[in-house]
């Protein structure tokens, strides 16, 4: 399984920019099992949660900090899971990794086996 994260960038604070993760390398069946997660790790900092999407992408949840800035969105006929923040903060500045699990509604790093290499956003003031 192969994890691609793109769309980051240089963005103001106050603007909103989407993230794309595009998921690959494995079966349609396999590919159903799965829930699509997003974390960040700003500098100095350890990973953490934002949110996460099943396959489906009929059901999501979220880490209680982002709720109402953070939108995670898949079409259900594509294997590409996107990020959107709104109203970007200086303090979103960090490194986005989108990653898989098996498992649903969990918001620990360990519980994901593949993760993809990670998009930078840097929100100035």
């Known amino acids: 399984v192969q994890l691609q994260a793109s769309g980051g960038g240089l963005v103001q604070a106050g603007g909103s920019l989407r993230l794309s993760c595009a998921a690959s390398?494995?079966?349609?069946?396999?590919?159903?099992?799965?829930?699509m997660a997003w974390f960040r790790q700003a500098p100095g900092k350890e990973r953490t949660f934002i949110g996460g999407?099943?396959?489906?992408?009929?059901?999501?949840f979220y880490a209680d900090s982002v709720k109402g800035r953070f939108a995670i969105s898949k079409d259900a006929a594509d294997n590409t899971v996107y990020l959107e923040i709104f109203s970007l903060k200086p303090e979103d500045t960090a490194v986005y990794y989108c990653?898989?699990?098996?498992?649903?509604?969990?918001?620990?790093?360990?519980?994901?086996?593949?993760w993809g290499k990670g998009t930078l956003v840097t929100v100035s003031s």
């Open positions: 990653a898989a699990s098996v498992l649903y509604g969990r918001p620990s790093p360990s519980d994901y086996a593949y």
């Open positions: 999407i099943n396959w489906s992408g009929r059901s999501t």
């Open positions: 390398g494995a079966s349609g069946r396999t590919f159903n099992t799965f829930t």
